[in-house]
Nanobody, 125 residues
């Protein structure tokens, strides 16, 4: 059974930083692309970032202006964990952040089969 468990969310002031973690089990981590999505209050869930099996990262071009230079996705295959570093947090980053897993970088951005339960990030102004 695949399990993805996010951690690292919380309440932070604007301008602060957070590192979200997602620990995976029940799958061969190194053979899966990993991704992050977020869902803000009243909005649809959106793709944020993903990292391939080989470590290549990609970010949602639709919100590139708002996340560029602030969000960094990385992975540690030895720990079966993927990370999302978020710097210079803004109130509009407030959302539930979800981890996802899929066999490749294309699927991870659209319909990943595996999801975590999410971790809340709240940014106060």
């Amino acid at each position: 059974q695949v399990q993805l468990v996010e951690s690292g969310g919380g309440l932070v002031q604007a301008g602060g930083s957070l590192r979200l973690s997602c620990a995976a089990s029940g799958l061969t981590f190194s053979r899966h692309a990993m991704g992050w999505f977020r869902q803000a209050p009243g909005k649809e869930r959106e793709f944020v970032a993903a990292i391939s099996r080989s470590g290549s990262s990609t970010y949602n071009p639709r919100n590139a202006d708002s996340v560029k230079g602030r969000f960094t996705v990385s992975r540690d295959n030895a720990k079966s964990t993927v990370y999302l570093q978020i710097n210079s947090l803004k109130p509009e980053d407030t959302a539930v952040y979800y981890c996802a897993a899929a066999r490749d970088l294309v699927i991870i951005q659209t319909t990943p089969p595996y999801w975590g339960q999410g971790t809340q990030v709240t940014v106060s102004s």
